[in-house]
């Protein structure tokens, strides 16, 4: 069977180290669309992110961001987008801010994080974002609590900057108290809480329903722990 859509993940997959998209890449990307193959992202960035790198690829296409939970082709017209409620998103902080850990809520328009509470190189990874093109505006704060307070946020997905030896429990601890929610291990250093049944593999199943395709007619190119499931 012919392969009908090519879903690529940016970081580690996409992008080289110094953050910039080979030509060869480039020109093997624009082979496979000239073939009609349909060509998307599928990232845990941003959209704002997403859609930058998209249109230096020059592709039109319905792009996966947020680990799932917001896809669309236009930042105001998603073709599906799932929240985290305010209430939850405020419990959630509460929770991870007695762990060691950085916290960003990463909506579609904006994000905020806490200031440090991790080592510095945790810190430089949420602090200077790989995905933050100027246009996004950023705020870190010493509690995020407490702007949640007086500043509800639904957040698409909540991102945790942590050591590797309490992942584990923050995931159990997350999962028990809040069944709403997924909690996904994106690589050693970082988690994603996501809202319930949401993922990048659910993500791309829903965007190749829509194209009249199933997984079978799909080729995936990842590089994090997230990303297993979809390959």
Same mark, same amino acid.
């Given at each position: 069977?012919?392969?009908?859509? %090519?879903?690529?993940?940016?970081?580690?997959?996409? @992008?080289?180290?110094?953050?910039?998209?080979?030509?060869?890449?480039? /020109?093997?990307i $624009?082979?496979?669309?000239?073939k009609?193959?349909?060509?998307?992202?599928?990232?845990?960035?941003?959209?704002?992110?997403?859609?930058?790198?998209?249109?230096? %690829?020059?592709?039109?296409?319905?792009?996966?961001t947020?680990?799932?939970? =917001?896809?669309? &082709?236009?930042? /105001?017209?998603?073709? +599906?987008?799932?929240?985290?409620?305010?209430?939850?998103? *405020?419990?959630?902080?509460?929770?991870? $801010?007695?762990?060691?850990?950085?916290?960003?809520?990463?909506?579609?328009? =904006?994000?905020?994080?806490?200031?440090?509470?991790?080592?510095?190189?945790?810190?430089?990874?949420?602090?200077?974002?790989p995905?933050? #093109?100027? +246009?996004? #505006?950023?705020? *870190?704060?010493?509690?995020?609590s407490?702007?949640?307070?007086?500043?509800?946020?639904?957040?698409?997905?909540i $991102?945790?900057?942590? &050591?590797?030896?309490?992942?584990? /429990?923050?995931?159990?601890?997350i999962?028990?108290? *809040? #069944?709403?929610?997924?909690?996904?291990?994106?690589? /050693? &250093?970082?988690?994603?809480?996501? #809202?319930?049944?949401?993922?990048?593999?659910?993500?791309?199943?829903?965007?190749?329903?829509? %194209?009249? @395709?199933?997984?079978?007619?799909v080729?995936?190119?990842?590089h994090? *722990?997230?990303?297993?499931?979809?390959?």
């Amino acid at each position: 069977m012919s392969k009908q859509l %090519l879903a690529l993940n940016i970081d580690g997959a996409l @992008l080289r180290s110094n953050g910039k998209i080979h030509q060869a890449t480039k /020109d093997a990307i $624009e082979y496979v669309k000239k073939k009609g193959i349909y060509v998307t992202l599928v990232t845990n960035r941003h959209f704002r992110s997403a859609q930058k790198i998209a249109k230096s %690829l020059k592709l039109d296409a319905k792009l996966i961001t947020h680990s799932g939970s =917001y896809i669309a &082709e236009k930042i /105001d017209a998603p073709f +599906f987008e799932r929240r985290i409620s305010d209430d939850h998103t *405020f419990n959630i902080v509460q929770v991870l $801010e007695s762990y060691q850990c950085n916290i960003r809520l990463l909506h579609e328009k =904006y994000s905020i994080g806490n200031k440090q509470k991790v080592n510095s190189n945790l810190l430089g990874k949420a602090l200077i974002h790989p995905s933050d #093109p100027i +246009f996004y #505006p950023v705020q *870190f704060v010493e509690s995020l609590s407490d702007l949640l307070m007086d500043e509800p946020v639904s957040a698409p997905v909540i $991102e945790v900057y942590t &050591e590797h030896d309490i992942q584990d /429990d923050i995931t159990e601890t997350i999962t028990k108290a *809040f #069944p709403a929610v997924d909690v996904i291990r994106v690589n /050693d &250093e970082k988690l994603n809480i996501v #809202p319930k049944g949401v993922s990048k593999e659910a993500g791309l199943a829903l965007v190749a329903s829509d %194209l009249g @395709l199933t997984m079978d007619d799909v080729v995936v190119i990842g590089h994090q *722990f997230d990303d297993l499931p979809m390959i």
